[in-house]
């Protein structure tokens, strides 16, 4: 109930395509999910965030769909470009815990 | 300065070794945060301090010794590790309390334990 599960572990998409990365859950009582984006040899760092209340939230060119009744939310990036090659995690947490539930993350591979 | 900075960057270290890795904050954040992450892995929660207390230690073994001396700073005193305990060691800090809400990561110590 805890888990929240991510995919694709990896991911290839042309330059000026749409990646898109899934996420799904459980535990319903989960009510702030973000999404971190990690380059080699850096930490985590927040991309965007999203609560249940809202549907969609976008951010320049990275927009989160959240589907309340499926328990999914997802992460588009829109013209994908070289250097949004990244590993992409998507978290959820319930209650401003401080412990967030992590997905396993994806690989994302932009190629030229 | 939205940075968390952390050294050192990497550190090899055997078994019987002392060590310390530190990190600091100077955007006024009151939650501190130690992780653990192995390749291809999320992060995983190891400590958090509040207003400079520990407030969550998530079952860590005792070979970690988490230490804030003052707000801005955070250490992490690694004594008599294993080699699984190698791993990328990342400091985070968090607004006023220990939240979820956007977390400060630095870019971690890469550790190697022979």
């Known amino acids: 109930q805890q888990q929240v599960k991510q995919s694709p572990q990896s991911l290839i998409v042309q330059k000026g395509g749409i990646s898109i990365i899934n996420c799904a859950y459980e535990?319903?009582?989960?009510?702030?999910f973000p999404w971190y984006q990690q380059f080699p040899g850096k930490g985590p760092a927040l991309l965007i965030a999203i609560r249940p209340d809202v549907s969609e939230k976008k951010e320049g060119r990275f927009t989160i769909s959240f589907n309340k009744s499926a328990k999914q939310f997802s992460l588009h990036i829109m013209d994908s470009q070289p250097g949004d090659s990244a590993t992409y995690f998507c978290?959820?947490?319930?209650?401003?815990?401080?412990?967030?539930?992590w997905g396993a993350g994806t690989k994302l591979i932009i190629k030229p | 300065d939205t940075e968390v900075t952390q050294t050192p960057k990497h550190l090899v270290m055997g078994m019987t070794n002392k060590k310390s890795l530190k990190c600091e904050q100077h955007?006024?954040?009151?939650?501190m945060y130690w992780y653990k992450q192995k390749a291809k892995k999320p992060p995983e929660l190891m400590f958090v301090y509040s207003y400079e207390k520990l407030s969550i230690n998530e079952s860590v073994p005792s070979r970690f010794s988490p230490e804030c001396p003052n707000s801005s700073l955070l250490n992490l005193h690694l004594h008599a590790l294993q080699p699984e305990d190698s791993a990328l060691y990342l400091c985070a800090s968090s607004g006023g309390t220990a939240t979820n809400e956007k977390l400060f990561f630095g870019s971690g110590t890469q550790l190697s334990v022979l």
């Open positions: 978290a959820a947490s319930w209650n401003s815990n401080y412990q967030l539930i």
């Open positions: 955007m006024g954040h009151r939650a």
């Open positions: 535990n319903t009582a989960f009510d702030y």
